[in-house]
DNA sequence: ATGGTTGCGAAGCAA
């Protein structure tokens, strides 16, 4: 059950007695896949104070319920929402403005993949953290557990969501959504990430009235999210744009902006993702 | 050249 909440950010506001109108701060939402939060909390505690996200959704946190450091956040301003159940997958919202209606999992057998979706009411946005299973090889039985993981998505979404209604999906896809979304395509033929299926998989889950807000701004740039640990490939430009922000239309005609933070994969044990990060502003008459 | 790196947890497995 969601609450669809319609609860506005309400910073700035009327400006009274003659006031100049004080421009409200766009929303910042962001996603960024840690690869363990226990090992990443300093760069996230770092990152967050620089770029002040009012949602971040967390991927990989790779612990369980319990160990979760909602305290920290607190202490930061944050409200959490977790869900994780062992040393594997984990995913979070964390929020300054607002953080109702939780939900953990898909409440269906297919999330047994683990522990990879939380949905939370931020604000006036319904958000979604997923991580997307990986899915090893095309040959694997977890590859067609990833097709069947995002097929539920897409019906979750419907089941719950409303697409004329400010809903963001954030998260690690594991899946590049185009060509130009990977440093080669050639070297990829026949791995997962690129795959037909899967950018099929992927293109169900827009169809039901998603935008890729930061492909949608930046025409063919070349933009990665992910590079391996391996092989010096952030140095070599071996990347894959990964990690994606989908918000309903709603939210994509207000987007004032979207980036991925290359800078946060540099530096000393950063994660192999970046943060992604979209700006939507107020409504108003434009 | 089936490599390379990181995080899990304490040997490989997953990514």
């Avoid at 760069?43 to 612990?63: F, G, I, M, N």
């Avoid at 964390?94 to 953990?104: D, K, T």
């Avoid at 807000?213 to 640990?229: C, F, I, T």
Wanted: a negative charge; one cysteine or more.
């Amino acid at each position: 059950m969601t609450d669809g909440g319609a609860v506005g950010v309400t910073d700035g506001g009327e400006a009274g007695g003659g006031a100049e109108p004080v421009a409200a701060r766009p929303l910042r939402i962001a996603t960024w896949n840690v690869n363990s939060l226990r090992a990443r909390m300093p760069r996230v505690e770092e990152w967050v104070a620089e770029h002040e996200p009012d949602v971040l959704c967390l991927q990989e946190t790779k612990q369980p319920d319990r160990t979760f450091p909602a305290e920290l956040f607190a202490s930061i301003g944050y409200e959490t929402a977790h869900h994780g159940d062992g040393q594997w997958n984990g995913v979070a919202i964390a929020s300054r403005i607002g953080l109702v209606g939780v939900q953990r999992g898909f409440g269906s057998a297919e999330d047994s993949e683990g522990c990879r979706m939380v949905a939370a009411t931020c604000g006036e946005v319904r958000v979604h953290s997923v991580y997307v299973p990986n899915g090893r090889s095309l040959d694997s039985a977890h590859y067609a557990a990833k097709l069947a993981w995002l097929a539920r998505l897409r019906c979750f979404l419907g089941e719950t969501c409303d697409p004329a209604r400010p809903v963001a999906v954030c998260g690690d896809f594991n899946v590049a959504p185009h060509d130009r979304d990977v440093w080669d395509p050639a070297e990829l033929v026949g791995c997962t990430h690129v795959s037909g299926p899967e950018r099929a998989a992927l293109g169900d889950v827009e169809a039901w009235g998603l935008v890729d807000v930061v492909r949608a701004l930046h025409g063919d740039e070349e933009l990665y999210s992910w590079w391996d640990y391996r092989g010096g490939a952030f140095h070599r430009g071996h990347g894959m744009r990964i990690d994606l922000v989908l918000v309903t239309r709603v939210l994509a005609d207000r987007c004032v902006g979207a980036w991925i933070d290359r800078e946060a994969r540099k530096g000393v044990k950063p994660s192999d993702h970046a943060p992604v990060v979209v700006e939507i502003g107020a409504v108003g008459p434009g």
